[in-house]
């Protein structure tokens, strides 16, 4: 089970830290990535991370504003955004892989459901 959280309503311009925590299975051998799905359109790739957190990989619309990371021993990903735009308003999911970085949804072998994040203008 993947347990994501951290969402809420922020203003244009804020911070907002998500956390994705995992029971029952160890994360620490998989690639975890973070998706998003805004009303009306498809599930986007934001970024994914390798199982020892040394290589990420971000969406290009992302310009250094998100950053992943991991830790192990807590069994927990997160994603820091910064710099927050109305247009990241969407719900926000982790999912978890085995083998390599992808940004491609199809993938992810198992997922967490969701947190809302809601950018105010």
């Known amino acids: 089970q993947l347990q994501a959280s951290g969402g809420g309503l922020v203003q244009a311009g804020g911070s907002l830290r998500l956390s994705c925590a995992a029971s029952?299975?160890?994360?620490?051998?998989?690639?975890m990535g973070w998706f998003r799905q805004a009303p009306g359109k498809e599930r986007e790739f934001v970024a994914a991370?390798?199982?020892?957190?040394?290589?990420?990989y971000y969406a290009d619309w992302v310009a250094g504003r998100f950053t992943i990371s991991r830790d192990n021993a807590k069994n927990t990903v997160y994603l820091q955004m910064n710099s927050l735009k109305p247009e990241d308003t969407a719900v926000y999911y982790c999912?978890?892989?085995?083998?390599?970085?992808?940004?491609?949804?199809?993938?992810?072998?198992?997922w967490g459901q969701g947190t809302q994040v809601t950018v105010s203008s």
């Open positions: 029952g299975r160890a994360l620490s051998s998989n690639v």
């Open positions: 999912a978890g892989k085995y083998g390599r970085l992808s940004q491609n949804n199809v993938n992810y072998d198992y």
């Open positions: 991370i390798g199982w020892s957190g040394s290589s990420t």
